[in-house]
């Protein structure tokens, strides 16, 4: 077997380039040509006068990641908030965790809650779900508004059992531009992107923007992944004289080879490798690991109108309506063909393709056969010399094992996962004078969802396992095939009293989920589940003091609740009559203060989260995929969590050319138990009191940001603490250090010939530091190195 390079030298050289700029950091930077390098801006907008804490991105958060990396990147320096990706441009989904006070999304949890201009996103789990970066592209971002803690009563999301992040897309300009842009960087990574404004149109009505992007890049190990992701979009505004119509539209699809997780003691051995391989070998043992045939492909369209009536100026109508749909598949490579025919001594039918089985169970699994297609075994007695991967195989794997003539047989498994979904949603605001300055503000809304999620998996023979990863068309093998329609209904009303400094807040909503699994093979009964919450209290507070222009004291308190829903019902293993919907609920008290030059704020928070759910399988030892698995399995609730922590947050212009961002969250995340006894604890390997895995204690972003005429610059540099891989906090991901820079100048300001182009150039872990990333399961993916990359943007 040929062992992997670390990352490709040459690719590293351009990263080094990066060392020799000088610094400044992030709360402030550029918007677009002359506009973009008059003033310097906030990084994080804390002043908005809320019950509960929200901060929003800004144009110099997103001026330190590179146009190639994910829109998820741009909200990572913002307080609660840990994002991280394991490929450098955000390519893989798989590696992507979101950690925000406590809560957290990955690939066996889905805590915080997405919405994009404020309709649902889908979810965002990897088999069915759709983060934000499939919806936006980074240069069509309007920013990202993050409510961390008891988050807006209107959220329209079923995962947000904590805050909500709400990604927003840009607007249209008020005059006609066309926009070229072009990346290029480390790990063969290139982008192309164009854009093209209308302005004012109809009687000075509408305008409009169409986009065109196609990003690609390999992955940072060995360079044998092949990445691509094509993005088509577009919006218009239309405003009337008491109607506003917004539409948006968008296409993307995606080709990402994953990452694959890997231990400390394996980090340890060597930290630029995750044991996938960019060479096949012809052994199918090894060749289950090759990244190409570890792959993630998507294809969403997304659609919304929306109507902003304002009737009167009490009174204000809000409609929309969306569309989604997503196809997409998942690729696994199995170093063995499955056998799920009696042939008896005919051979295998497996092997001839063209025969297909449709929900057969599993008999065994073929490893070897003869040239008439009939499974060989391995010689008696023999040791398998193979080592690698998972601590080595047994006879049936390697091919010293058995005799001349031997031909080894292998699977490429693919996972289908589609979904559509239409919905409505209708708000409205109503506000009302007390008399004496007193103002009453009443808020309502629905949100109505149909949606039908479709998954089955099936299993192609290998052609030829010598010659490489192609496979042959129609599968062997439908292993199940399944459809979860589901139907969602929620309500909300929040009144808001406001005396003068005080305003006070009290809200209640209530969800309604009805879900059914349909086994397209006729095989299994149809199952339902309905899944009706509670009425969901909320309450908060501001004040404003009125010897301290700017200085304002708030809180606030929800009961948020993540509804059953297919993911539960795919599982048969999954007893339904006694199983109980996750619930949180979250506190938060603050200070907020605005002023000419410095906008600060403090929060402490405080969050109990009951009836955690956990998936539960046969998976085999260690980190070894058991990829018969299907629809095995059950989930559980397993007691739950209890998170309290503090936030602090700065912003300050220093000079007329500099200024200072920090932050520092504090988070004390533990296990509670299930309630059962000390037994059961332990055989779910809890223990109550132990930190929550994958939730770092501390966490602290530095930013600096320069500014002076033509050219813009600045560094950030965030710390992340130590993370616990496991529940038993035996196993640890070191705590890590990274920082991002980044420099820009508009084209005048080296001639007038180049007057209307722009120039950037971002490093991304600009120390290149070696450190455990995102955590989910057994382990933890490699955080991305150093990268450097170089965008060209002109405007006509």
């Not at 759709?130 to 009563?153: F, L, W």
């Not at 969602?488 to 807040?505: A, E, Q």
């Amino acid at each position: 077997m040929k062992m992997l390079k670390p990352a490709m030298a040459d690719a590293r050289q351009k990263s080094v380039l990066a060392i020799y700029i000088i610094s400044a950091l992030s709360a402030v930077a550029a918007q677009g040509a002359e506009e973009e390098m008059s003033q310097i801006q906030e990084i994080v907008v804390l002043g908005e006068s809320t019950t509960f804490s929200t901060a929003n991105t800004t144009e110099s958060m997103e001026r330190q990641q590179n146009p190639i990396t994910s829109v998820l990147s741009h909200i990572d320096n913002l307080p609660g908030v840990n994002i991280t990706e394991g490929d450098t441009f955000g390519f893989d989904d798989w590696s992507t965790t979101i950690n925000l006070r406590g809560y957290q999304t990955n690939l066996s949890e889905q805590q915080v809650g997405t919405t994009i201009d404020g309709l649902p996103n889908g979810e965002s789990n990897y088999g069915g779900g759709a983060k934000a970066n499939r919806y936006i592209d980074t240069m069509n971002s309007g920013g990202v508004e993050v409510n961390q803690g008891t988050a807006d009563i209107s959220s329209r999301t079923l995962e947000a059992l904590g805050g909500t992040l709400n990604f927003l897309t840009d607007d249209p300009l008020q005059y006609e531009r066309f926009r070229t842009s072009f990346s290029s960087g480390d790990f063969s990574s290139n982008r192309y992107y164009g854009r093209y404004d209308t302005g004012m149109l109809l009687d000075e009505t509408t305008r409009a923007w169409v986009s065109v992007s196609h990003n690609e890049a390999t992955d940072w190990m060995e360079g044998s992944a092949q990445n691509e992701r094509d993005h088509v979009a577009l919006k218009f505004i239309t405003e009337l004289e008491d109607v506003t119509f917004t539409g948006y539209a968008s296409y993307d699809d995606i080709q990402e080879d994953n990452y694959q997780r890997i231990t400390p003691a394996e980090f340890d051995a060597n930290p630029n490798w995750d044991r996938l391989t960019g060479d096949w070998t012809g052994v199918p043992y090894v060749d289950q690991l090759y990244r190409r045939g570890w792959s993630t492909n998507r294809s969403n369209k997304f659609a919304y109108l929306k109507a902003d009536w304002v009737i009167n100026p009490e009174f204000t109508l809000n409609l929309a309506v969306y569309g989604h749909n997503m196809t997409g598949r998942g690729d696994w490579v199995p170093p063995y063909i499955v056998d799920v025919a009696d042939d008896g001594i005919a051979g295998h039918s497996e092997l001839v393709t063209g025969n297909v089985a449709y929900g057969e169970a599993a008999l065994g699994r073929l490893f070897f056969v003869d040239a008439t297609g009939n499974a060989l075994a391995p010689n008696a007695g023999c040791v398998s010399s193979i080592t690698f991967p998972y601590g080595g195989a047994g006879p049936e794997y390697d091919p010293a094992c058995y005799g001349e003539g031997a031909i080894a047989v292998q699977s490429f498994r693919h996972t289908h996962y589609e979904r559509d979904r239409l919905g409505y949603t209708a708000d409205f605001e109503w506000i009302t004078s007390l008399g004496n300055g007193a103002e009453n503000s009443l808020r309502g809304g629905l949100w109505y969802e149909d949606s039908t999620r479709s998954e089955f998996r099936d299993w192609h023979k290998i052609t030829d396992t010598t010659a490489g990863f192609q496979f042959e068309t129609p599968a062997y093998w439908v292993q199940y095939d399944l459809e979860f329609p589901r139907d969602t209904l929620n309500w909300y009303l929040s009144d808001t009293v406001t005396f003068g400094d005080l305003s006070l807040n009290l809200g209640i909503r209530e969800f309604s989920v009805e879900t059914d699994r349909k086994d397209n093979f006729g095989v299994a009964a149809l199952r339902s589940l309905e899944s009706d919450t509670d009425i969901l209290y909320s309450t908060g507070f501001t004040y404003q003091f009125p010897a301290i222009a700017g200085l304002e004291v708030f809180g606030g308190y929800s009961e948020n609740v993540k509804p059953l829903t297919g993911n539960i019902l795919e599982r048969e293993g999954t007893d339904l009559s006694n199983l109980d919907a996750e619930t949180a609920e979250n506190m938060e008290l603050g200070l907020r203060f605005v002023g000419d030059r410095f906008i600060g704020s403090a929060v402490w928070f405080d969050n109990q989260f009951d009836n955690r759910l956990e998936f539960f399988s046969n998976q085999l030892a260690g980190n070894i995929p058991n990829y018969l698995i299907g629809t095995s399995g059950s989930y559980d609730n397993v007691g739950g969590i209890e998170t309290s922590g503090v936030e602090f947050a700065v912003s300050a212009e220093l000079t007329e050319n500099w200024s200072l961002y920090g932050s520092y969250t504090y988070t004390d995340a533990t296990y509670l138990g299930t309630g059962l006894g000390t037994e059961a604890d332990a055989a779910l390997g809890l223990v109550p009191g132990n930190q929550v895995v994958g939730t770092p204690e501390n966490m602290w972003v530095v930013s600096l940001d320069w500014l002076r005429g033509n050219y813009s610059a600045g560094v950030s540099t965030k710390f992340v603490d130590d993370r616990f891989i496991n529940r038993a906090n035996t196993s640890i991901a070191d705590s890590y250090t990274v920082s991002d820079f980044y420099f820009n100048i508009n084209g005048e300001g080296i001639s007038d010939f180049l007057q209307g182009m722009q120039i950037g150039f971002v490093v991304n872990n600009l120390t290149d530091n070696r450190y455990l990333g995102g955590i989910s399961g057994f382990g933890s993916w490699i955080g991305a190195p150093r990268t450097a990359v170089f965008t060209l943007t002109a405007d006509f």
